[in-house]
């Protein structure tokens, strides 16, 4: 099983909205400039995101997306399922029909690993990463990198130290 490009991109870009949404709306030429991922791409995410009601959009000067829920209320998970991301490790995605048209012998073990992924994921919320020292650390280079029209010192504290 591997994750793809879109549920990676899509986990990346809601981070990137729960980090810095408490400002007003990020648009997605902001998180595209930002985190390296294509605008058009991002179009295409944030039409799912918008759809499964984890995002939504704000028209006019200033707008851009924001976060639908609290980002206690957001789980990884969330993100995967709502972007079509299959968190499947057997070959038959769950068809049992993996050897000849039967269940193969490992089968079970697939589904095992595939359910314990999901769990992992599941208990993760946008918050909770958010608060990791590691992502701190990121946010840090990430501001001190780029302009943005929001100064640093508004920047959380646990985001800035």
């Not at 729960?18 to 294509?38: F, K, M, N």
């Not at 179009?43 to 009601?53: D, G, N, V, Y």
């Not at 589904?111 to 840090?140: K, Y």
């Amino acid at each position: 099983m591997k994750l793809s490009t879109k549920g990676r991109y899509a986990v990346t870009a809601m981070m990137h909205l729960a980090i810095h949404d408490r400002y007003g709306p990020v648009t997605l030429a902001e998180i595209s400039q930002c985190q390296g991922i294509s605008l058009s791409y991002l179009e295409q995410l944030f039409a799912k995101l918008r759809k499964h009601s984890l995002v939504e959009g704000v028209r006019g000067p200033g707008g851009g997306y924001r976060l639908a829920r609290a980002p206690e209320q957001v789980t990884v998970a969330d993100i995967i399922s709502a972007v079509d991301e299959r968190l499947d490790a057997t070959r038959c995605f769950g068809h049992e029909n993996c050897h000849e048209g039967r269940r193969c012998l490992t089968h079970e073990l697939w589904t095992d690993l595939s359910r314990q992924i999901f769990t992992f994921l599941e208990g993760i919320t946008l918050a909770q990463f958010v608060e990791r020292p590691a992502v701190c650390e990121v946010v840090r280079h990430q501001n001190g990198t780029r302009r943005r029209d929001r100064p640093i010192d508004r920047m959380p504290v646990s985001v800035m130290l």
